[in-house]
Every structure is written in structure tokens, then in C-alpha cells.
């Protein structure tokens, strides 16, 4: 059974500092891998998805990366904000059920402070 | 865009009764649903997966007589949380897949999720 966890479960920082968010996954047969936000007592956006043939992607200020075969990802943040502060999820996609079904890990809960 | 929307966004009700909770995708067809509950502090867990015009697959642990799930359209599921006891207090969280060229490149869009307290 796939377990995605993700490390660490809360960071602080100071804006305008560099980060770095982890996410580990136990079975490397995926299909992509997707890194979502969520805000308090709010549905999931999603940041960035990573297909398995892919190595990272690239959004604003926003960098994932991808190592199917050791199973890990990380979510780089450039030049942090305020508005940065919230929870980082990180999901798997496999297929079951007849359709890809995603695997949450629990999050990181990030604050920038201003 | 792909935008799903859930309502009631926050619903409380009392011991016993049964709540609906509806998951709409609003410019797109879904053929695919999903269902997950989501704890304080944790992470989403998948509790069901709904296709159209068939029965719901539910994962391991999850009672499919207590969590009804419909998906009569290709726009909307429903989930009714039927006798609900406090310890069905959660955020359910529904999701559309859209589906891409490929399989592979089916994208799921979430919708803003439902706040359910059981007094």
C-alpha cells in the first residue's frame, strides 16, 4: 500500500528566505505526482503536477522536483511571502478502482513571517 | 478552467439525522468522482470513488450503508452521511477527474469541501 510522508510537518521562516518541503513515497510505480495547497478550513489548489517521465517543473516562484525510482520530491519556494503561509500537500496518483486515484501525504504547514 | 463546487460549504446537524452533501462540476463533465474526509491535522483519505451511472467503489473501513454515494450525472455526486454520530464530525472534500489526451493526463479539480459538525 503506497505511503506518502512528508517532512517537515511544520516549518516557520522569515520572509523573503529560500525553502525547501519534502515528500517521500513508498512505491515509485506512479503515474504523476502533484504538490497542492490548501488554506485553512479550505479545498485543495493545485500547484504543480509532475509526470512520472518528468524530472521537475516550474511555476512563478514555485520548483518541484521529482525522483521516481528513490521515491522523493521537493517542493522549492523562492523569495517567500506572507501569503505563502499555509499547508503544502504533496499526492501520488496510481491506478485502482479503474481510475488514478491520488494519495495524500499530511502536509506541511508553512508560516512566513513577516 | 475546470471549477467543482460542493454545497452546503458548512452544515450542523444532530445526532441521528441523515446530511447530503453535493459535489457539482461546473464546466465539465466527470466521469469520474471522488470522496475524501479529512481529520484535524491529517491527511485526505480516499473514502470512495464514484463513476457515473454506476455503483461507488469504497476503500477498506469505509461502511458503504452509511456513506451513500450517487453519481446520476455526469456533473454531480452526492454523498449522504446517513444517521450521523459525532464521530462523523469532519471535512469532506469531493473531486472531479477531466479527463486529458490520455489517461495518464486526467486531472482531478477539488472542490472547496464541506464542513460537517454531528452535535
Known amino acids: 500500500k503506497q505511503e506518502v510522508t512528508q517532512i517537515p510537518a511544520a516549518l516557520s521562516v522569515p520572509e523573503g528566505e529560500n525553502l525547501v518541503l519534502n515528500c517521500s513515497f513508498t512505491?515509485?510505480?506512479?503515474?504523476?505526482l502533484q504538490w497542492f495547497r490548501q488554506d485553512p478550513g479550505k479545498g485543495l489548489t493545485s500547484l504543480l503536477l509532475i509526470q512520472s517521465s518528468q524530472r521537475e517543473q516550474t511555476s512563478g516562484r514555485l520548483n518541484a522536483s521529482l525522483d521516481k525510482s528513490s521515491g522523493r520530491s521537493t517542493l522549492y519556494i523562492a523569495a517567500s511571502q506572507p501569503g505563502d503561509s499555509a499547508t503544502y500537500l504533496c499526492a501520488v496518483s496510481q491506478w485502482g478502482a479503474g481510475s488514478y486515484q491520488l494519495t495524500f501525504g499530511k502536509g506541511t504547514k508553512l508560516s512566513v513571517i513577516p | 478552467g475546470a471549477v467543482v463546487s460542493q454545497h452546503p460549504s458548512r452544515v450542523i446537524c444532530k445526532s441521528g439525522t441523515s446530511v447530503k452533501i453535493e459535489c457539482r462540476s461546473l464546466d465539465f463533465q466527470a466521469t469520474t468522482m471522488f470522496w475524501y474526509r479529512q481529520f484535524p491535522k491529517k491527511s485526505l483519505m480516499l473514502m470512495a470513488t464514484s463513476n457515473e451511472g454506476s455503483k461507488a467503489t469504497y476503500e477498506q473501513g469505509v461502511e458503504k450503508d452509511k456513506f451513500l454515494i450517487n453519481h446520476a450525472s455526469l456533473t454531480l455526486s452526492t454523498l449522504t452521511v446517513t444517521s450521523a454520530h459525532p464521530e462523523d464530525s469532519s471535512f469532506y472534500i469531493c473531486s472531479a477527474t477531466k479527463r486529458g489526451p490520455s489517461q495518464s493526463t486526467d486531472t482531478q479539480y477539488f472542490g472547496p469541501g464541506t464542513r460537517l459538525t454531528v452535535l
Open positions: 512505491d515509485s510505480a506512479i503515474y504523476n
